[in-house]
């Protein structure tokens, strides 16, 4: 059968937890260490990778924008959107118009609305001009000239390849 052990009882036993059951001070010093180093490494990438996509997303807004502006050009006479300002080229973008540029239901939309916010810069205001200046002010989100029918970011900075967001 079985045998039975017979202890002997020298030794008090207490309630505290056995030692080695928890981590040390330097053990999680180490830990916290190694983790701020990670996120060194690692969080400028992540700041890399949100300016790059906004760059991206900026370069996709303003292809489709130009293609729009081309389109409706076509089916306009000729005629560029918004000659009479920047409300008025934002509604023959967004809505539907006849082939003078006047509420309609022959051509459009070409953009859905609402008309897009500027990526980088976040504002979807815009300025037009009758010729495209040199130089971006950064006042609104985009910036529009009517005679040539060219849109550009009117953020001023460079994006993530070292080309300015008004070259675009």
Partial sequence: MGT???????????????RGAGFTLVELLIVIVILGILAA??????SDVAAESRASALDQDLSTMRKAIALYRVQHNEVYPGVGGWDQFVTQMTTKTDA???SGTKYGPYV??????????????GTTVATMPG???GTTGWIYATSV??????????????VDYFDF
């Fill in 4 to 18: 039975t052990a017979i202890l002997a009882d020298d030794h008090t036993q207490t309630d505290s937890a056995p």
């Fill in 41 to 46: 490494v690692v969080i400028p990438q992540f």
């Fill in 100 to 102: 003078d540029g006047n």
């Fill in 112 to 125: 859905r609305p609402p008309f897009p916010a500027n990526p980088v810069s976040l504002l979807s205001s």
């Fill in 135 to 137: 130089a971006p002010t």
């Fill in 149 to 162: 029918g060219e849109i550009r970011a009117n953020t001023t900075g460079t994006g993530p390849t070292d």
